[in-house]
């Protein structure tokens, strides 16, 4: 598990009501990443992100993009000691 990273991300932009926490759910599961996904009050995304590194960074940059009607304006990353997550979740 050492080398497991973690990555708390805000999203930022036309991120909800475009099934971007749905996406994002399944791009994680995909990739093998544990974590969770939830909107914000501001109208933000925010997400954890916890597994290999690559997988991890692989995660990052797909936020950039995001779901296929979503409209990212930015993306924040802060990297912080993995906390042993499993499996990924949308949160309400």
């Known amino acids: 598990m ?3 990273v973690r990555a708390h991300v805000f999203v930022s932009g036309t991120v909800q ?3 971007y926490r749905a996406n994002t759910r399944d791009a994680a599961r995909e990739r093998g990443v544990d974590g ?3 909107n914000l009050d501001d109208g933000r995304v925010e997400a954890v992100f916890e597994g290999d590194e ?3 960074e692989s995660m990052v940059e797909w936020c950039h993009t ?3 009607r979503a409209d990212v304006e930015d993306v924040e990353v802060e990297y912080e000691p993995p906390e ?3 499996g990924f979740e949308v949160r309400y």
């Open 2 to 4: 050492s080398d497991r």
């Open 17 to 19: 009501g475009v099934y």
């Open 36 to 38: 969770w996904v939830r």
């Open 54 to 56: 690559s997988d991890v």
């Open 66 to 68: 995001g779901s296929p």
């Open 84 to 86: 042993g997550l499993s």
